[in-house]
């Protein structure tokens, strides 16, 4: 059974950055895609970035390519998600993801989630 658990998430003012971690278990993390969604009250999940099994195709939504980055260790099980200039419209619970295909972006091609993490961006 697949466990993805996520951390680093916090409080942070506009324009600053955070890092966030999904530490995954009960699995091949080199033959699993991974991928970061957020939702923010009131809003449907959303897709945020994604990495491929072996960390050389990345995918970014529009409100986050430039800002974001993806990466993976494969040695630690481990997917993070660079934040950088964020914004107060980037407050979301943030949830990181494993999908059965190399690179995906459809909640619904991503089989296991974790809990969440909340990332609050004040003005």
């Known amino acids: 059974q697949v466990q993805l658990v996520e951390s680093g998430g916090g409080l942070v003012q506009a324009g600053g950055s955070l890092r966030l971690s999904c530490a995954a278990s009960g699995y091949t993390f080199r033959r699993i895609g991974m991928g970061w969604f957020r939702q923010a009250p009131g809003k449907e999940r959303e897709f945020v970035a994604a990495v491929s099994w072996t960390g050389g195709n990345t995918a970014y939504a529009d409100s986050v390519k430039g800002r974001f980055s993806i990466s993976r260790d494969n040695t630690k099980n481990t997917v993070y998600l660079q934040m950088n200039s964020l914004k107060p419209d980037d407050t979301a619970v943030y949830y990181c993801?494993?999908?059965?295909?190399?690179?995906?972006?459809?909640?619904?091609?991503?089989?296991?989630w974790g809990q969440g993490t909340q990332v609050t961006v004040s003005s």
């Open positions: 993801a494993a999908s059965a295909l190399s690179i995906a972006t459809r909640d619904t091609d991503f089989s296991s």
